[in-house]
């Protein structure tokens, strides 16, 4: 019933495919397997900076999938939320297993600078987020989305910058808010993001969670209480990271 919709849709509006153009389709088939169809992968971004929680992805940021991201980011096609949240659920269940034990699942989305979300229209991380959220639960997993991290000083355009750059852009950039660090006191925490380039943003964002909770980051992203940043989650890795990782599991 749902395919014949999009069907009908796209007869009487002007909709075409996300990841490849294809018209009568917000999202084809082909695209969706490219999105979600695969096995998530457990990834490490080369080199690996310091604090950098577990992180598993959904896909390689290549072709359709790198498509599907950009036309929901840059272009606001929000309706490819979903099928973006599921790929990110993957991701997290990949990382999480069936995720047993007290408390749900807190989706924690790295923020984008202020200035980004009032260019774009919307947060697409944290929509995603909550489609994850969302897909997770109609899945039997308690999860929800806990946008509890904020950035406490401005940062410069990531675009164009090496790993080390973006690292150094980036220390002490995220908290989290006030009375944050008793709602991740309730469940798991799982960082989430659309995509990992070089890790820099997930390794602050770990800190940042660390920090709340008590925790002191060290060079090998561990302290005397054993904290090793936790897990996260992304929709996509870049191709190389991806492959590399195959076996990483």
């Known amino acids: 019933m749902r395919g014949w919709w999009r069907e009908i849709t796209g007869l009487v509006l002007p909709v075409s495919c996300g990841g490849c153009g294809r018209p009568r389709a917000e999202l084809c088939e082909e695209c969706r397997a490219a999105l979600h169809g695969g096995v998530p992968r457990r990834v490490r971004p080369d080199p690996e900076p310091a604090g950098l929680p577990v992180v598993h992805a959904a896909a390689a940021y290549e072709n359709a999938v ?15 939320a979903g099928a973006l949240g599921k790929a990110l659920a993957g991701a997290v269940r990949a990382g999480t297993g069936q995720a047993g034990g007290a408390g749900p699942l807190l ?3 790295v923020p984008s600078a202020r200035r980004a979300v009032a260019a774009r229209g919307h947060d697409p991380v944290r929509r995603i987020a909550l489609a994850a959220a969302g897909e997770l639960r109609r899945g039997g997993v308690r999860a929800q989305v806990v946008a509890v991290l904020r950035q406490r000083r401005a940062v410069a355009d990531q ?31 799982v960082l989430v993001d659309d995509l990992l ?15 709340a909770r008590g925790h002191t980051s060290t060079a090998t992203g561990y302290d005397a209480t054993g904290y090793d940043g936790g897990q996260a989650a992304v929709v996509a890795v870049s191709p190389s990271a991806f492959e590399i990782n195959r076996n990483c599991q």
Request: proline residues 2%; positive net charge; hydrophobic residues 50%.
């Open 66 to 80: 790198r498509a599907v991201l950009l036309a929901h980011k840059e272009r606001g096609e929000l309706g490819l």
């Open 159 to 189: 675009a164009g910058l090496g790993a080390r750059e973006r690292q150094v852009n980036l220390a002490g950039a995220l908290e989290v808010v006030a009375g944050g660090e008793r709602l991740l006191a309730t469940g798991r925490v």
């Open 107 to 109: 989706l924690v989305p």
């Open 197 to 211: 380039t070089t890790g820099a943003s997930l390794a602050e964002a770990a800190r940042a969670v660390g920090a």
